[in-house]
């Protein structure tokens, strides 16, 4: 092979750059036995199914190289195990391969000794429970109680440093919130999507004996790859997330919106006047707005924003300045700071999750699991979950 054929080859594979030496390796052998004496071999021969593979690959047949790869290791090679599953995280991600490798394990086809800790680990193939990381409380007391939890390693080694970023910010480390020690969950148990693209979703019916617990009234789950969102008590972060991006989702948590153009289906349902938010507003809710957060028109400073612009209205964010609300890498100004503080002090206007998982508990007819999560709900304080509950 030439070099000017080795230059395009690894220029082709610069992303796999060390997974594809192996390939380039094999490729370059001299094929002594025809293609279909080699694929009979590998049925049954590990180092045959090694050298297709090595040829696939070279070839940027990656699904075939994966196929013959898998074949290896289920012949008891290591080596190409180790292939497989970095191929497949490649190609697929790391949950289709944490699903893959649980079934391989399952049903005897891989040995339990192949696989080592640190790989389960960042598969998230792990025992569910305490992750070692211990939780933080304020100085202040607990006005709000997160429960943080991840399903792989990057999500946990992401966390010890994003908690310790929190408490070293100046802004962030005086609002009353405690996170509670972070608990691990496998990845296949959650499911976590990893379209970067979309919204990261879970199956987040395996956290009902965890929610059920009842200690905190939100969770952070730090899973998946995608955009991230809060919804139903539930803060949804990448498990590669910024402390900027937490920011940004967390000010969700007490009732700020986008300070963009929202969907239609969020801006119908946010976008109303009987709604008040405390970053932005309509025209009309201006005099009720300074009244329920007790400010004067002179700390206000209307500025239009195109957050209900789907539904037809016209919003104003209350600042000039574009900020962490308009786009999560711009900084929380002192304003949004101070009500935030507000707002902290009356938690019980936040929904706890504990009521969302109520609904679920309800689309199951589970009315015992039901009533315990609405009760949680209402010793928090919240009024829609004390109101399910009135005779």
């Not at 408490?167 to 499911?191: G, K």
């Not at 395996?206 to 008590?233: E, I, T």
């Not at 507003?281 to 789907?310: F, G, K, M, N, R």
Request: hydrophobic share 45%.
């Amino acid at each position: 092979m030439t070099s000017l054929r080795l230059s395009m080859l690894l220029s082709k594979k610069s992303r796999f750059t060390g997974f594809f030496a192996f390939a380039l390796l094999t490729a370059c052998q001299p094929l002594r036995d025809s293609q279909s004496e080699l694929m009979a071999q590998a049925e049954t021969e590990p180092a045959a199914a090694m050298r297709l593979a090595g040829q696939r690959l070279a070839s940027g047949e990656y699904d075939a190289a994966l196929h013959w790869f898998r074949h290896a290791a289920g012949l008891g090679d290591t080596t190409a195990l180790r292939h497989a599953l970095q191929l497949q995280q490649r190609q697929q991600g790391r949950l289709a391969t944490a699903q893959w490798l649980q079934q391989q394990l399952a049903q005897g086809v891989i040995a339990p000794q192949a696989v080592s800790a640190s790989e389960r680990q960042a598969l998230g193939l792990w025992q569910a429970g305490a992750a070692g990381i211990a939780g933080f409380r304020h100085r202040q007391g607990c006005q709000l109680t997160i429960q943080p939890v991840v399903t792989q390693l990057a999500g946990k080694d992401n966390w010890q440093q994003l908690l310790q970023q929190w408490q070293q910010d100046s802004q962030l480390s005086q609002l009353a919130v405690c996170f509670l020690p972070l608990q691990q969950v496998p990845s296949t148990e959650l499911a976590c999507t990893e379209q970067s693209s979309r919204l990261i979703s879970c199956h987040y019916q395996p956290l009902a004996p965890l929610v059920a617990d009842g200690r905190f009234s939100q969770l952070l789950l730090l899973a998946g790859r995608g955009k991230a969102s809060y919804n139903n008590g539930i803060l949804q972060l990448p498990d590669n997330a910024s402390l900027a991006l937490l920011r940004h989702e967390f000010m969700h948590v007490l009732g700020f919106i986008d300070e963009y153009r929202l969907p239609l289906a969020s801006a119908q349902q946010l976008c109303q006047p009987q709604r008040l938010h405390p970053n932005i507003l309509l025209a009309e809710q201006t005099e009720a707005y300074l009244q329920h957060w007790q400010l004067a028109a002179a700390d206000i400073s209307l500025t239009p924003v195109e957050s209900c612009a789907a539904a037809g209205q016209q919003a104003y964010r209350v600042l000039a300045e574009p900020n962490v609300m308009r786009s999560f890498e711009l900084g929380l100004p002192e304003l949004y700071l101070q009500l935030a503080k507000h707002i902290l002090s009356q938690p019980e206007q936040l929904m706890p999750v504990q009521y969302y998982f109520a609904y679920l508990a309800r689309q199951q007819q589970n009315w015992a699991q039901w009533q315990h999560f609405m009760q949680q709900a209402s010793d928090w304080g919240y009024a829609d979950a004390q109101q399910a509950l009135a005779p």
